[in-house]
């Protein structure tokens, strides 16, 4: 807490003094100085400069590792080989209060940077820079105790700006923050300007914050606060709705939905980062040369360990390989209508493109044996590095679907590498596969129906997967780098989201479920589409401003431009079954509480739902994460409608107080070893709605002038930690 109080302090007259210079001559010249200067900061140019370095809010919220706090250990994200992860994935007992003071002290600075502004607001007065100033101030506040009051519960409130050290503090109710949440924002909402075509990147608008109203009015009126808020939660569901319909008119859906992510081919003009559909976005600046590394790095989280795939190496196309995170398989795979939604094909990547055979001299003279038994030399057979031969596919293998492969029917692995069947053909090039991996895997003939393992791959070597695509970038001037790309914050189809959820609890059903058909309706295949076309952002390298300096483990293209749709579907070898599917549209029939999907009464049935209102809300959820997997937004709505404990049953790591997963299997699936943790991992619903407060901030902080006895800091902390 101390070094947070000194941030706060000083680091606003480190950045008056930055602000206030200038590369000149005069800059040169040494003066001693004693003393900062806040002068700037006392004039309506200094406030505002101040406030639009606010939006630098937004890349901490992807830079600092807040992943970990919004998309790990949910029914959507699992961990992935890296241990740096798994922490927060099986909710063991490293998830402690010295655990998580980076994130609580970073927003914390940003409060005392708004308060800053908020507190010299007659400053302001008679400029025409006030509203947009103190509504960057009043946003930015908001934005933080948002985030805060969703992981912590009850927190400081910070109002006025800390100018000397300062350590009596206490938390205040989770009633107390969203009183000042809401007014913040309905304050920054009358402020900021409307108009749809301003930008919306690095800018905090009027739209932007009628979004995170919508988003506070309906966090309020969830199950997390139901001890006390009775009082707020008719009003709440109105003021929700009333807002999320302005997002929606001001900010139309795209058409396509690739266009949201995956048709990024160049920085800063991609339909990807100027679409209509972007609300606020974080925006990465400095890629013109390879030296200027400023972009975040949170989307290698979920990149696999692609390397070890046939014929490949790592590049800029697929990123670099962090590994933190994967889709649960259990629940991913058996979440789409994979016949008919089109958004699992263009969300995650399940091929690779074999990269590393020309380039790589020994590959490109070993021997190949192929499924009709001829052998070729590697390098003449796939005579290309460049993406154009298929590497790796993976198939989900579903039984609706006329699938289910059993664990001694598909690829084993040597050394973590799949050994190389070359079983089928590649209808699109006619070449034969390397290799073929199944998402789900079952036990034996006449065994459990639910699938025994994360993918082909034993648990030990949880290294190869398929990944989510939305944020992949092959623009970078090297693979280790972080992206450039700018990064979403809030689209308007989550505010179909917001207002379905709100007329669902207000006993709407039928009229909240509707609300979300565009949604659906969006994410059908449409007539004449090609159903296993693939794009994501990797086809950048192409037209990489750095591709023609690419060496080593740069260059080359593991991106491939197909999916595995009819190798998971039924089709891939009839090309009249491929040409009729493609000429059609598919279809996703408006839902209603008497009739849902078959995907989701499924879900229904293993959570145990009956009553209208669970099913409502369990289809809400999973229409959400089908239309918005993997954008860092599912532990909130998971936690605040209390449904995490619940839904962790799809996530096969999050271990239970008896270490068994958490469909009750105490052993490994496949090598029969027990189920261990040196740390002893447990989801306990008493506990992990909240995170711990940080030990740094209960260590600084006093009473009536005295350091915090143990009992006192006892009664501070959440429960159970």
Known sequence: MKTMIKTIAYSLMAAALLLATSCTDEFLKETKRDAASSDYLNTPEGLNSMAHGLTGVLQDYYARASWNYIQNGTDEMTAGSDTQGEVWNSYDARISPNSTAGMFDLYYQWIGRANTIIAKADVLEGSALKNETLGYAYFTRAFCYLFLVSQFGDVPLVTKPVTEPEREFSRQTREEVYNLIIPDLEAAYGMLTGDARQAVTNHFT????AHYLAKAHLWRASEINNDWNAKYREEDLKECIKYADIVIAAHPLVSEYNDLFNNFTEYDSSITETNTEIVLAMGNTGYETAAMIVGADYYQMYIPWYEAFALMKRDVPGGRPYQRMKPSPRYCYYLYDLENDSRIWKSIRMTFAVNSCVTNTGRAKSTLTLGDNTKVIAGEYFPSDEGEYLSTMFIINREDYGQKYYKDEVVKTYNGVPKTPYSRIDYRTGKYIPAIA???????????????????IPRQDERLYCSISKFIDGATPAFANGSYRDVVNARSAEDYFFKAEALIRQGKIDEGLAAIQPIRERAQFKAGEERDHYVDG??????????????????????????????SIGGWDDPAVRAAKNATASSLPLVTKASYPKEDQAIMSKLGYTSDYDKA???LLDEKSREMYGELIRWQDLSRTKTLEKRLYFNDTAYSKQMKDVAGKSVDYFNGRAYESAYGGSFDPAVHYVRPIPQTFLDNITKDGKPLTTEEKNAMQNPGY
């Not at 009027?206 to 914050?209: C, E, G, I, N, S």
């Open 206 to 209: 009027k739209y932007a914050a």
């Open 438 to 456: 199944s998402l789900l895997v079952y036990d034996e003939p006449g065994g459990s129906d639910e699938p025994i393992g994360t993918c082909l």
């Open 538 to 567: 990797g086809q950048a390298y192409f037209g990489n401003i750095f591709r023609k300096d690419l060496k080593g483990l740069d260059h080359n293209c593991s991106y491939y431009p197909q999916n595995s749709y009819y190798y």
């Open 617 to 619: 809300l369990c289809f």
